[in-house]
């Protein structure tokens, strides 16, 4: 790892700590995202009790989610990305708001690990065949809502192709998670984008950084912070950093939230799940959070 000092407005002092970083290379002609996400995988690995498979399939997809909700500029702005498929680990749905902070769960979080080779995980094969749906929610009279099929079920090829044909931004994506004794060890992701101006020369430039280009997750663990790795993708002496960022797992659910779901069912309902008289326990998908509402409580007059 060079030792070559990177200042990014905005990044922690700690650089092991979770985030993201922004630049533009090439004359301005492509923008470059990086990001660490090591607790956030860990946080979402402990809190629903997955398996290595499932592990290392949520935590690419939050990654990948994060890297595609940099655009977000209002405060009340929030992305939902959501995989279907016909794996075993049946789909899964993460949500992004302002701020890089994020939650996602897995729909089955306890499956079967298979490995494309030792300490590969074959994260296709977990999620299978289906769907990748992105809605973005910017505060505008609908929200934007994407579609495309699942390429691989590998998540990053599966983001880069819904981009270049949703979107239409040509885009290279790269996703890894690392699990070491049972946790994750390393996690994170890059994304570069061509912007308005650039061309052939800059899309050959590209494609011969990217082949051969070491893991994501093996640059991590050397030590690499996501600045670095920006830097040693682009190879651009003018590379300009725009900005940093802290990334965390973070749930917006409340007791008053859980509380208005309940309280929005129809009165037939509300009487149907409080006719014992026995408390109603509700639990969070994103965190598993359990809220606890007596009878009384919940009864409509």
Request: glycine content about 10%.
């Amino acid at each position: 790892m060079s030792d070559k000092a990177y200042f990014v407005p905005g990044a922690p002092e700690d650089l092991r700590k979770d985030h993201i970083v922004r630049a533009e290379g090439l004359n301005g002609r492509i923008k470059c995202l990086c990001v660490s996400t090591r607790t956030v995988c860990e946080t979402a690995r402990g809190m629903h009790q997955m398996t290595p498979a499932a592990t290392a399939a949520l935590g690419r997809f939050m990654t990948g989610s994060l890297l595609i909700s940099e655009s977000m500029k209002n405060e009340t702005d929030s992305q939902t990305t959501i995989i279907r498929g016909n794996g075993p680990l049946e789909g899964m749905t993460c949500v992004t708001d302002y701020g890089f902070k994020v939650r996602a769960y897995p729909v089955e979080p306890i499956i079967p690990t298979e490995y494309h080779k030792p300490g590969k995980i074959n994260v296709g094969a977990a999620v299978g065949e289906g769907s990748l749906t992105v809605v973005r929610d910017i505060g505008l009279k609908e929200p934007y809502v994407g579609v495309s099929e699942l390429v691989s079920g590998e998540i990053a090829e599966d983001l880069a192709y819904y981009l270049a044909k949703s979107e239409q931004t040509k885009s290279i994506v790269s996703l890894g998670v690392l699990l070491e004794g049972g946790a994750v060890s390393e996690a994170g992701g890059l994304m570069v984008q061509l912007l308005p101006g650039a061309g052939e020369e800059e899309i050959d430039y590209l494609e011969k950084r990217a082949a051969g280009f070491p893991e994501i997750s093996y640059l991590f663990k050397e030590g690499f912070t996501p600045a670095q790795i920006i830097d040693l993708f682009v190879g651009d002496p003018d590379l300009k950093y725009l900005d940093g960022q802290e990334v965390e797992f973070k749930c917006n659910c409340s007791r008053e939230r859980m509380f208005a779901g309940l309280a929005a069912l129809g009165k037939s309902d509300l009487e149907e799940i409080t006719k014992e008289g026995k408390p109603v326990e509700t639990v969070c998908r994103f965190c598993n959070s359990k809220y606890v509402f007596e009878a009384d409580e919940l009864k409509k007059d």
